[in-house]
T-cell receptor, first 113, second 114 residues
Framework: GQQVMQIPQYQHVQEGEDFTTYCNSS?????IQWYKQRPGGHPVFLIQ?????EVKKQKRLTFQFGEAKKNSSLHITATQTTDVGTYFC?????????????FGTGTLLAVQP | NAGVTQTPKFRVLKTGQSMTLLCAQD?????MYWYRQDPGMGLRLIHY???????AKGEVPDGYNVSRLKKQNFLLGLESAAPSQTSVYFC?????????????FGPGTRLLVL
């Protein structure tokens, strides 16, 4: 079955350092979404990418969707303690009448002040 | 709007006991989902529903049943709980669209099966 892998599983950075997490799908995706889950919380939607090669920015966060629509990345510039949490990518498939998503395994980000 | 709510927030069961988790949404969403989250495994889809009266199996459906008698509610049942079902359960909902759409998550139910 389809798999979505994320690396790294865990990253510890000093506040102010940059952070990147990578997402790879075993199949071509129709769209990719990114979610953030704070410790003890629930996943919260960040963004959706649909087009091949698409790049979107939200303040210090930059999201990319690969040309082949099989991979994606999230880059955070100058991390802050508020960035702490687990970041999940989630891939959607063509013909998605169900709007089902396959979630990646997540990357836990720890930021040391 | 309350968004997506889940009941209960936390529960301890003994092996073999049954229980029902309730998910309610007030956003008039057609789609609803049940996930379980385990350390290092991400979110895995248990069952989902594309509309009132319809349900379908997800990635890990064994040991669970669901019902969607009303559009706003999605129930997840465990008929005979097992320790392997110890997990955090999240419900989510989304609108019907072919282009992909945000899923809104509830706060989760933490279940411990002894």
């Amino acid at each position: 079955g389809q798999q979505v892998m994320q690396i790294p599983q865990y990253q510890h950075v000093q506040e102010g350092e940059d952070f990147t997490t990578y997402c790879n799908s075993s199949t071509t995706l129709s769209n990719i979404q990114w979610y953030k889950q704070r410790p003890g919380g629930h996943p919260v939607f960040l963004i959706q990418l649909v087009k091949s090669g698409e790049v979107k920015k939200q303040k210090r966060l930059t999201f990319q969707f690969g040309e082949a629509k099989k991979n994606s990345s999230l880059h955070i510039t100058a991390t802050q303690t508020t960035d702490v949490g687990t970041y999940f990518c989630a891939g959607g498939n063509y013909g998605g009448a169900t709007n089902k998503l396959i979630f990646g395994t997540g990357t836990l980000l720890a930021v040391q002040p | 709007n309350a968004g997506v709510t889940q009941t209960p927030k936390f529960r301890v069961l003994k092996t073999g006991q049954s229980m029902t988790l309730l998910c309610a949404q007030d956003m008039n969403h057609e789609y609803m989902y049940w996930y379980r989250q385990d350390p290092g495994m991400g979110l895995r889809l248990i069952h989902y529903s594309v509309g009132e009266g319809t349900t379908a199996k997800g990635e890990v459906p064994d040991g669970y049943n669901v019902s969607r008698l009303k559009k706003q509610n999605f129930l997840l049942g465990l008929e005979s709980a097992a320790p392997s079902q110890t997990s955090v359960y999240f419900c989510a909902s989304s609108r019907r669209t072919s282009g992909g759409m945000t899923q809104y998550f509830g706060p989760g139910t933490r279940l411990l099966v002894l």
